[in-house]
């Protein structure tokens, strides 16, 4: 199966404002992320636990969990609705450790719309450098975006590589018409690499980085080479959050 | 005398925090500190070299213009004693039609020499007394003054703020009751911050065996009140002018320094 | 003073309609509340400095036997009087005592909300004492035999052109509306009742245990006047504001002069450890420090509401809290024992109707199908209330409780069907659409 989001509506969204939900569905759609809607979902508790009435919010809070209980990347647009899952579900559920445990884990996917989009949560481990490949960073003018990301991965630090948006040498059937001149171009940018003391190399074109990784292969070096979107992958839902 | 509820009103704040209410807790760990802490930090701020003087100079000077202080370096005592001698001329009595001036008995103080400087303008000096115990006499004497003239134990350069202990010959209502306030201290009583002048307190040998004394008040700037419309107005109780005079060491003197002008 | 839930409500509208009042706290909260995130960022220990604060605070709270006993006995070493009070009526009676005692007829007071909180004022003007508030607001305000209406700003609901008139009728001066004039004013008439006044009484910031110094602050200097002229110098502190030592006593008072004004130090701090000593001067004969409880240790006993005792009365709170107390937090502990009644405050359940429809509420939450079944008819039930001149279809109004909200807003009808029973997953785009 594909990977997917579950979304949970807020009650306002849901019974109010279905144009709002229809956008957030047009967004995943453009990003082509497939999403799940669980029917049976119904309200988070706050109403009832903003009231005072926490054996009420508690029951409602109960239902959340089994609805979602095997989602696996779970997606709202309404900041109250996590704030209430994250801070007040373990608070609800002190006394009852089974629920409390699935409560803790639910926090861990549970994500704001605008904060999946922007921080993803993804989780890796190491200094990761960035390769600015030609026709993204020249052609499209588009630099900052993916450094964005990589600095939202949790545990992962940016380094920049020196010259990082100098040629790999891959330039395609040119890496095989002119082995030589190419080959010093993956030179200097494999040293570049090295110099930045990053342990992962990292870019959005996957040209340059079977190039930059036969190169690093050949020369028994351990970095590692990822597409962004690998990187991105990497313990999604196990990233910490601001 | 009345029974003051002590244990009583004790006993219920342990029962409260789940104590047995009738077994007296102590924990002197709770007072205890860093060992070296204080002294480490006092030692820095007390052997500043002249060039850190000057910063910390500077930076209370600073602190002192939103405060609506007046610092003044001065080069020495016949200066110091000129400028409060020229604020007398200048200042118009209050409480009174004529002019009188309350001062410290502190030995910086008595340098100043005020009385006989003063008499010339027929302008009154009256010295807080060393073995006075009669309290009302001195505070009839400063409640109208047009001046009062104060050191201080510290200047905190941090907030502008001086610290004044009260002792024998150095009454609280000097700083207080007057018109203007003049305070006179040394470079060498400024220091940075309350965090120096709590670790000075607490290790210093003569400051740990004075304590804080009765009352030990910061001062940091004239009086002031916004409660009209929150418009600014100084003098509301105490003085409506404080100004320090600020004795600069004799080997930190360079030109230019003691030429501000009052 | 109490103010109940439905007198808060009309007081609040009252307020709400006051065009003074409504300037006046947005210019305060305008300075202020940004000055202080402001202050708070430029100490030298960096604006985390409040969380470090905020454990002082617990511990204090924590120990609070072991410092308030080692605050009085070092202020009873240094000569003090130390009284613990029980109870608003104990405290009151106890200045009352000590004013008998003392033939005290005048008494110049400098700002203490304990002293509201404990109506010492009245107390000691039933015993013919004159009282004297001498915090200019304060002034102003028992001048107009008004109420305070906010702690470090007690007359801001007054404009100057109020304050002069008052000032012209009570002190007898040409009116004007200068607030340096008016000041002056103030000035004269209330250093008159510090030189006459037998007793000063003034509430306590914050004392420290380790040295036994209470200190209060003020940039007026009216505490320092009240502490340090009458023969008699009585301080109440609520039990709570006690520091264990001078190191954390100053990290704290930093924050509050930072957290009440924006201030790097309040203009006036005095730690004061008892009367005054032989060969000093000036300063009160008797120095008495009344202890008081009313109420505190209840709230002390309770794990959930002891945070609230770290509270150093800067008067702003949450995001601007010098010592970062959880407010949120609190406050829905609170309605939860509205809700559903508490035996160990003696709560009992606020509305029985509201608990039932909250009963009511989890039921259909937890029942998929009914809670579709319920918004279904009502969505159809709302035609009713559907205006149809509007073009947007919004409701207007809505009856009983509801009604709060269409007294000045509209609201969207309800969709007909939940859109997470529209959903299509097959076919996204053809969910229905809101009408």
């Not at chain 1, 404002?17 to 453009?30: G, I």
């Not at chain 1, 939202?152 to 018409?177: N, P, Q, W, Y």
């Not at chain 2, 760990?29 to 500043?48: C, K, T």
Request: charged share 20%; glycine share 8%.
């Amino acid at each position: 199966m594909r990977p997917h989001v579950t979304l949970f509506i807020q009650c306002l969204l849901d019974t109010f404002h279905p144009a709002v939900c229809q956008s957030m569905l047009d967004v995943f759609k453009h990003l082509d992320v497939p999403v799940i809607i669980p029917k049976d979902q119904t309200c988070c508790g706050q109403p009832a636990f903003n009231a005072g009435y926490r054996l009420e919010a508690r029951k409602a809070a109960s239902h959340f969990l089994d609805v979602f209980q095997n989602s696996d990347v779970i997606v709202c647009p309404s900041g109250s609705c996590v704030y209430m899952i994250r801070h007040h579900y373990p608070l609800l559920f002190e006394n009852d450790p089974v629920r409390l445990n699935r409560s803790r884990e639910i926090c861990t996917r549970i994500y704001e719309f605008s904060e999946f989009l922007v921080d993803v949560g993804s989780a890796y481990s190491g200094q990761v450098t960035y390769h600015d490949s030609r026709h993204l960073a020249r052609g499209l003018g588009i630099r900052e975006q993916p450094r964005q990301l990589i600095r939202h991965v949790s545990g992962a630090t940016l380094v920049e590589m020196s010259d990082s948006d100098r040629c790999c040498g891959f330039g395609g059937a040119f890496s095989i018409k002119y082995p030589d001149i190419s080959s010093a171009l993956v030179d200097d940018k494999v040293h570049a690499i090295l110099a930045s003391g990053a342990d992962t190399g990292v870019g959005c074109d996957m040209g340059c980085l079977m190039n930059i990784e036969g190169r690093l292969s050949r020369m028994g070096s351990g970095i590692r080479v990822m597409h962004i979107a690998e990187l991105l992958a990497n313990g999604l839902g196990k990233g910490s959050r601001p | 005398m009345n029974p003051n509820h002590r244990n009583e009103f004790i006993q219920r704040v342990r029962a409260a925090l789940g104590h047995p209410a009738h077994i007296c807790r102590k924990a002197p760990e709770l007072f205890r500190h860093p060992p070296g802490l204080h002294a480490a930090i006092a030692d820095q701020a007390l052997n500043r070299n002249r060039s850190e003087r000057h910063i910390l100079l500077d930076r209370f000077r600073q602190e002192a213009i939103p405060l609506n202080l007046n610092v003044i370096g001065v080069e020495g005592i016949d200066d110091a004693a000129s400028i409060i001698v020229r604020l007398a001329s200048q200042k118009e009595p209050e409480w009174e039609r004529t002019k009188h001036v309350v001062t410290w008995a502190h030995p910086l103080i008595d340098k100043l020499d005020l009385s006989e400087r003063l008499s010339a303008m027929n302008i009154p000096v009256h010295a807080a007394g060393m073995n006075d115990t009669d309290r009302d006499p001195f505070i009839q004497l400063a409640q109208h003054a047009c001046i009062g003239v104060t050191s201080a134990d510290y200047a905190i350069a941090e907030s502008g703020t001086l610290v004044l202990k009260t002792r024998p010959g150095q009454p609280r209502c000097v700083s207080l009751t007057p018109s203007t306030h003049i305070a006179v201290i040394t470079q060498n009583d400024l220091i940075d911050s309350f965090r120096e002048m709590v670790a000075i307190l607490q290790s210093d040998p003569a400051e740990v065996a004075e304590g804080l004394t009765s009352c030990m008040t910061f001062i940091s700037g004239p009086s002031k009140t916004a409660d009209i419309e929150a418009c600014m107005v100084h003098g509301a109780h105490g003085p409506r002018e404080v100004c320090v005079l600020v004795l600069l060491m004799p080997d930190q003197l360079t030109k230019g320094q003691s030429s501000d002008a009052v | 003073m109490i103010i109940r839930t439905e007198q808060y409500v009309h007081e609040a509208a009252l307020g709400i309609r006051n065009p003074v009042l409504q300037i006046s706290l947005a210019g305060l909260q305008e300075r202020l509340g940004k000055g202080d995130l402001a202050a708070y960022q430029s100490l030298p220990e960096g604006p985390d400095l409040r969380y470090v604060a905020h454990d002082m605070r617990m511990s204090n709270i924590c120990h609070l036997d072991i410092f308030l006993e080692t605050l009085t006995d070092r202020i009873q070493e240094q000569g003090g009087h130390v009284f613990f009070a029980s109870d608003a009526k104990a405290a009151v009676q106890y200045c009352i005592d000590v004013a008998a005692r003392n033939d005290v007829r005048r008494v110049v007071k400098g700002k203490s909300m304990v002293s509201e909180e404990i109506g010492l004022n009245p107390a000691l003007e039933a015993e013919g004492i004159e009282v004297t508030e001498t915090d200019l607001g304060e002034y102003i305000v028992q001048l107009a035999n008004g109420h305070p209406s906010h702690i470090i700003a007690p007359a801001i609901h007054k404009t100057r052109e109020d304050v002069g008139r008052l000032f012209s009728e009570k002190l007898g001066i040409p009116f004007t509306s200068d607030p340096p004039p008016l000041t002056r004013a103030a000035r004269n008439a209330l250093r008159e009742k510090f030189l006459n006044a037998d007793m000063g009484i003034s509430g306590c910031n914050l004392a420290c245990a380790q040295t036994g110094h209470i200190t209060t602050l003020s940039n007026e200097g009216n505490i320092r006047m009240a502490s340090t002229l009458p023969r008699i110098h009585i301080a109440i502190m609520g039990m709570e504001r006690v520091a264990a030592t001078l190191d954390e006593h100053q990290v704290l008072l930093r924050l509050l002069s930072r957290g009440a004004a924006a201030q790097k130090m309040a203009g006036y701090v005095s730690y004061i450890g008892g009367p005054r000593q032989p060969g000093h001067m000036d300063g009160p004969d008797a120095f008495h420090l009344v202890i008081l409880d009313n109420g505190r240790s209840r709230i002390l006993a309770d794990p959930e509401f002891r945070e609230m005792l770290c509270c150093i009365r800067c008067v702003w709170r949450l995001n601007v809290c010098p010592v970062h107390i959880d407010i949120p937090r609190m406050l829905l502990a609170l309605r939860s024992k509205l809700a559903d009644g508490d035996p160990v405050w003696n709560v009992k359940r606020k509305s029985r109707l509201e608990k039932a429809s909250f009963v009511l509420w989890s039921w259909l939450v937890t029942h998929p199908g009914l809670y579709d079944m319920v918004l279904g008819l009502s969505a159809s039930a709302q035609n009713h209330w559907l205006s149809s001149k509007k073009e947007n279809r919004m409701i207007s109004k809505l009856p009983g409780p509801l009604s709060g909200w269409t007294r000045s807003r509209d609201l969207r009808p309800l969709a007909k069907k939940r859109f997470v029973q529209t959903y299509c997953p097959g076919k996204p785009d053809e969910s229905e659409s809101p009408e």
